[in-house]
């Protein structure tokens, strides 16, 4: 599922085009206005495909100015799921996800913040909002509220 959360509208057709050549399927996303954002744009569309696609439209579209977007890939009984957070001030956030949802993370991921915070470089609490992803999910939550009831695409992709 991709959520774009805001997009300046001279963006919105270059995002249709890069999820259509990943995705490979020509894109048309409804497009409604952001009101957590004036002037900025808001799309959903959901997708079926291959896994690991999640991760092909995230790498199309970091790191382009303005844009703030999500996208979750589910779990299937052969791969975790995961999860992408993007900010124009934070860049791009990624987890892998269980099936339930939750957010795994790695122990040697645990390790390098525990040594982090006892080095005083950082507090734990800090490493662990961050491994957790808070501060995207804290600058994303004003956007994804106002999305609420906003209309959602639904793509199927045989592969």
Known sequence: MLYV???????????????????GVAVSLDWT??????G??????????TAGT??????ALRGWNHLRFEITEE????????RFSCTPDLGIFHAITG???DILIPEDRLKAAV???ALGDTTLLNEIDALLG??????????????????VRWLHQVV
């Open 134 to 151: 808070k501060p995207w999910d804290d600058e994303l939550e004003t956007f994804r509220h106002a999305g609420e009831g906003a209309p």
């Open 99 to 101: 099936p339930h949802g």
């Open 40 to 49: 900025s744009y808001r799309a959903e569309l959901s997708w079926t495909g």
């Open 54 to 59: 999640a991760a092909a439209v995230a790498s």
């Open 5 to 23: 959360h805001s997009a300046p509208s001279a963006l919105c057709p270059h995002i249709e085009w890069a999820v259509g050549g990943v995705l």
């Open 75 to 82: 779990p299937t009984s052969s791969t975790e799921g995961t």
């Open 33 to 38: 206005p952001q009101p957590a954002q004036p």
């Open 115 to 117: 040594v982090k915070s």
